[in-house]
């Protein structure tokens, strides 16, 4: 009863907010947990039962089935390609999952017959903006894989001035020698970046018993790190607009990431760290090979090769596990370095968490 362990330390020690904030809970039942009372202590709105692929229909599961639907815990069927044991489950169930590497050719098929259910459809294992865009024109109504973090080869994109200007932008906020005036400067360009940094330090977040007037006085209170993240968080969302919303998730999760997992490293700059996971997905949003995003903006030589994936050195040792480690990549993040070694379940709900948070205000 491994699994039915898992699900109990994971929802009482972790809580299901922390873990997944306010979206759904999908969770793997095969034969044995379907069969006990376990699913009946999901939360009622919040939780979705996944059916296994293996999973043979018998009066117990039927009868669980019929609870949770009475008791609002979604039901989904896994992996499905009209397996025949599944075909009973399909009029209780609220999703279906579909893996469309499995599915290949007959993935068309396969949703038409659907239709006669009212089921939401979840595609699985999406890899490619090609693979996205089908399953939408299908009517798929969400999403797995990792498309939306990768670019999308199109041969005659190019940086726009205006984004070439918020890159630029971006990469002056790094410079660490900079005075406290001449970081205010240097936002004070941007009205608007000014204004939102302003809003900001005088916000809940960063309570203060008056209000901040001026940048130079919220980079005093607040610290030079502090603003640059928020002021480099604030442009990068403006180069995010038509990606997916979960696109600068990823970057501020893998910031955090690179912070936590780099503090062992004491001659590596924290801010660097931070600002090596937030680009790490300028490749995604330009659909441009990194390299060539890059290679004409100043930051220092050390994180171009990082963001490029040519470094060795600490900080690109860092930033590999941390993608890896948000990507789910266990293996190849523990075999990435040393940096691994300081990686927990703590440290990625804080990372989470931290994403949340900032993209929240």
């Given amino acids: 009863m491994r699994s039915a362990r898992v699900i109990c330390e994971t929802l009482g020690a972790i809580g299901l907010d922390r873990l997944a904030g306010d979206a759904r809970v999908f969770l793997n039942f095969d034969q044995e947990l379907l069969e006990t009372d376990l699913p009946t202590i999901l939360i009622p709105g919040r939780s979705v039962v996944e059916i296994l692929e293996n999973v043979d229909p018998r009066p117990q599961i039927?009868?669980?089935l019929e609870l949770l639907r009475k008791r609002g815990i979604g039901i989904a069927v896994d992996d499905f390609v009209f397996q025949?044991?599944?075909?009973?489950?399909?009029?209780y169930a609220d999703y279906v999952k579909i893996d469309i590497l499995?599915?290949?050719?007959d993935l068309d098929a396969i949703v038409r017959r659907l239709s006669e259910y009212r089921l939401k459809l979840l595609a699985?294992?999406?890899?490619?903006?090609?693979?996205?865009?089908?399953?939408?024109?299908?009517?798929?109504?969400?999403?797995?894989?990792?498309?939306?973090?990768?670019p999308e080869p199109m041969a005659k994109r190019s940086v726009a001035p205006i984004e070439l200007g918020v890159l630029t932008l971006?990469?002056?906020?790094?410079n660490p020698e900079v005075s406290s005036s001449g970081l205010a400067a240097t936002i004070s360009v941007d009205v608007a970046l000014a204004h939102q940094i302003l809003t900001i330090a005088n916000s809940g977040t960063y309570y203060r018993e008056r209000s901040v007037i001026s940048i130079l006085e919220a980079i005093v209170m607040l610290g030079h790190n502090v603003i640059r993240q928020w002021a480099s968080l604030l442009l990068l969302s403006r180069l995010s607009v038509h990606k997916p919303s979960e696109l600068l998730k990823v970057a501020v999760t893998r910031a955090r990431l690179c912070q936590t997992l780099g503090a062992a490293h004491r001659h590596l700059d924290?801010?660097?760290l931070f600002t090596a996971g937030l680009l790490s997905v300028l490749d995604a949003l330009f659909d441009r090979p990194m390299d060539s995003v890059v290679v004409d903006l100043p930051l220092a030589s050390s994180l171009k090769?990082?963001?490029?994936?040519?470094?060795?050195?600490?900080l690109g040792e860092v930033l590999r596990c941390a993608i890896a480690f948000g990507s789910g990549a266990w293996v190849e993040a523990s075999a990435a370095g040393s940096a691994a070694q300081d990686f927990d379940m703590e440290t990625y709900l804080d990372a989470v968490e931290f994403a949340d948070k900032a993209l929240s205000i």
């Fill in 270 to 272: 924290p801010q660097e």
């Fill in 62 to 64: 039927f009868a669980t």
């Fill in 305 to 314: 090769e990082a963001l490029c994936g040519r470094s060795s050195d600490a």
């Fill in 170 to 174: 971006i990469a002056r906020l790094q």
């Fill in 84 to 91: 025949p044991n599944l075909l009973p489950f399909l009029p």
């Fill in 102 to 105: 499995q599915a290949g050719d």
């Fill in 124 to 150: 699985e294992n999406v890899e490619t903006h090609e693979q996205f865009a089908h399953c939408k024109s299908l009517g798929f109504h969400y999403f797995q894989g990792y498309f939306f973090a990768r």
